[in-house]
């Protein structure tokens, strides 16, 4: 009979848990995102670019890197966004040989559509905890991103 040696596993990762648990966060919410994009006939890279472009005019590199797009991907997705007339390139206000993505007036109000209907489909989620403990979330979830970009 082989001999028994003791366990050398280590306690489990006491971040495991929550890990997991924004892990299922990002896949619920991505697919409400997906859904929603796709029902306005926007891939999920472009509901990304325009929730980026809502607050800022990114240069076009900057909002490659962003989405972690390739340059040639980045201009095809601004390309078909122009085309939709949901963005604009412009010159950049300080470096003219620069270009940077704003949107339109009809990207705004895409955008602001979506943003309502995502508030529609995200909200039952947060319906079972009360005002303070949705602040607490909202504030150490912006903890935990504070500083990130993608």
Do not use: W
Request: aromatic residues 2%.
């Amino acid at each position: 009979m082989a001999r028994k040696h003791p366990s050398t596993r280590q306690p489990p990762d006491p971040r495991e848990g929550l890990v997991d648990t924004l892990v299922t966060a990002s896949f619920v919410v991505m697919a409400v995102i997906s859904r929603l994009g796709a029902a306005h006939d926007l891939s999920l890279s472009m509901v990304r670019m325009l929730g980026i472009l809502r607050d800022r005019r990114p240069r076009m590199t900057e909002l490659a890197d962003y989405l972690g797009l390739e340059k040639q991907t980045m201009s095809g997705l601004v390309a078909r966004a122009e085309k939709r007339g949901l963005v604009a390139r412009v010159p950049n206000e300080d470096d003219a040989r620069a270009t940077d993505v704003v949107l339109t007036d009809e990207g705004a109000r895409l955008l602001r559509q979506l943003r309502a209907e995502g508030r529609a489909a995200l909200g039952p989620l947060v319906e079972n905890l009360d005002a303070s403990e949705q602040q607490l979330a909202r504030d150490l979830l912006q903890r935990l991103f504070r500083g990130r970009r993608d």
